[in-house]
């Protein structure tokens, strides 16, 4: 059975956006200002496209790396954006990656294939998650930031501990576009604190 189109759906569809999660984004971006104008910014598990669309826009002159085991590119100016089709915690995807790098922020709306098991699809998500931290604090410049996205299971607190070690702040997020029945929230962490550093 289709679900009925919300506000946001419809927003979206009027913006010329492909999915509602591009106001997840928005609101983050107006309440902790993660874009910079001339930022570079990568995006992982970005199909159907909404959030590197918004992410374009957001960053002016800057630039924005997509990454997606789909291959689902939105249309998108070429020399500011590039897509890297794969998984992004692969070691041929992370070289591409890097190449493009290093980043001022990382946003993943990264989700595994859910299976209706609440304990293991939050588990499926928490591993993404991890995974997306430990890529970010590669790739990202001293001050960056990073969004990521969870299910929740009471195991995210673990993930924004970590956060807090290497960013100056971090804190759990649940934008007014997620569904009321949705468990995920966003792990919003700015002032990344660079590597290899005694915190």
């Known amino acids: 059975m289709a679900r009925e189109q919300d506000h946001y759906t419809k927003r979206a569809l009027q913006e010329g956006y492909p999915a509602r999660s591009v106001y997840k984004l928005e609101e983050i971006q107006n309440r902790f200002g993660i874009i910079g104008k001339g930022a570079r910014v990568l995006d992982i598990g970005a199909s159907p496209g909404s959030f590197s669309m918004y992410a374009l826009k957001a960053a002016g002159a800057g630039s924005v790396v997509a990454v997606d085991l789909k291959n689902e590119a939105p249309p998108l100016p070429g020399n500011r954006f590039t897509f890297l089709q794969g998984d992004a915690f692969s070691e041929p995807v992370i070289s591409m990656i890097r190449e493009h790098g290093p980043y001022h922020c990382v946003l993943s709306d990264a989700a595994p294939s859910t299976t209706g098991n609440r304990t293991v699809d939050t588990a499926r998500s928490f591993n993404l998650a991890r995974q997306a931290i430990s890529l970010a604090c590669g790739v990202l410049v001293p001050s960056g930031n990073i969004v990521v996205k969870v299910f929740q299971s009471g195991e995210e607190k673990e ?41």
């Open 159 to 199: 993930l924004l501990d970590a956060l807090k070690t290497s960013f100056t702040s971090a804190r759990m997020v649940k934008p007014k576009a997620s569904r009321k029945e949705s468990f995920e929230v966003f792990l919003v962490a700015t002032g990344y604190r660079g590597p290899h550093r005694d915190h």
